[in-house]
């Protein structure tokens, strides 16, 4: 395994484990590979009934556009409206609970009100999404 997906999969776990600890939930869990029907990193998240899609990114190079475009391709194989990226943030460990929840998690204005507004639909008239 290359160090660049070791560093990966040390971050999955420590997500999923930081999940599992804060949600109270052991059915959260690593994803397996889908190939271009990957359906995100962590699965096993549902808010609402509604499946959340989590993408974890551990790179050097922060590129929040390509990560969450990934993550948002990813929540429509899901049929989530719900895609979350988790980021690797710099010089913030990831071996204790406290540095594993110290990561970045990064999503839309958008995705972050239906999360306020408890999965129910946005606005007067929200079929699903798209523009207000």
Do not use: F
């Given at each position: ?16 484990q930081y999940m599992q600890w804060a949600l109270g939930d052991n059915g ?11 359906v995100g990193d962590i699965g096993g998240v549902y808010y609402g009934g ?44 990831i071996d204790t609970l406290e540095g594993a929840g110290g990561q970045w ?28």
């Amino acid at each position: 395994m290359s160090r660049q997906k070791q560093k990966g999969t040390r971050l999955e776990t420590a997500v999923m484990q930081y999940m599992q600890w804060a949600l109270g939930d052991n059915g959260i869990h690593r994803e397996t590979l889908h190939g271009s029907a990957d359906v995100g990193d962590i699965g096993g998240v549902y808010y609402g009934g509604e499946p959340v899609t989590i993408e974890v990114k551990n790179t050097a190079r922060l590129d929040l556009a390509a990560h969450y475009r990934e993550a948002e391709v990813e929540a429509g194989n899901k049929d989530s409206v719900l895609p979350i990226l988790i980021q690797k943030r710099a010089r913030t460990g990831i071996d204790t609970l406290e540095g594993a929840g110290g990561q970045w998690a990064v999503m839309t204005l958008e995705t972050l009100c239906r999360l306020l507004n408890h999965g129910l639909p946005l606005g007067p008239d929200d079929a699903g999404g798209g523009e207000p």
